[in-house]
């Protein structure tokens, strides 16, 4: 997955979003306005949204495997929780994060984005 700098996260493998094969590319929102969630529409621009695609590097190990699918199933009201090897990548293509689980915001008013860390509740953020 790529975080795209004040944009949506890019994905190339074979993905699945709410248990629906999406092939192996496509976009989802992180900004929060998209009239279509979880997908990207370009809704970014327009709202203004800004967050950096240059993320810090967090300490991980190489995954067990790599190239395989990945689930991502957006939680109502919340974050995108996205399972299987994942690797985070910033928009320049440094590797930051290999991960099997973690919890992507889609409200855009995460502090540590492209992370979720909640703030969808404060925000009222309404999305299924």
């Known amino acids: 997955m790529r975080v ?3 944009g949506p ?4 493998a074979p993905l699945t979003v709410a248990g629906k094969d999406e092939g192996l590319r496509l976009t989802l929102c992180r900004c929060g306005q998209s009239k279509n969630k979880p997908y990207f529409d370009g809704s970014h621009t327009a709202a203004g949204f800004t967050a950096t695609g240059e993320l810090a590097e967090v300490k991980s190990e ?4 790599r190239n395989g699918p990945v689930a991502a199933t957006p939680i109502k009201d919340g974050p995108l929780k996205v399972t299987d090897p994942l690797e985070v990548v910033t928009g320049t293509g440094r590797t930051v994060s290999r991960v099997t689980e973690t919890w992507l915001c889609r409200c855009g008013q995460s502090k540590n984005k492209p992370y979720c860390d ?3 509740k404060a925000a009222g953020f309404v999305a299924e």
């Open 118 to 120: 909640g703030s969808h």
């Open 62 to 65: 190489p995954l067990a495997q």
């Open 9 to 12: 996260l890019a994905f190339n």
């Open 4 to 6: 795209r700098e004040n």
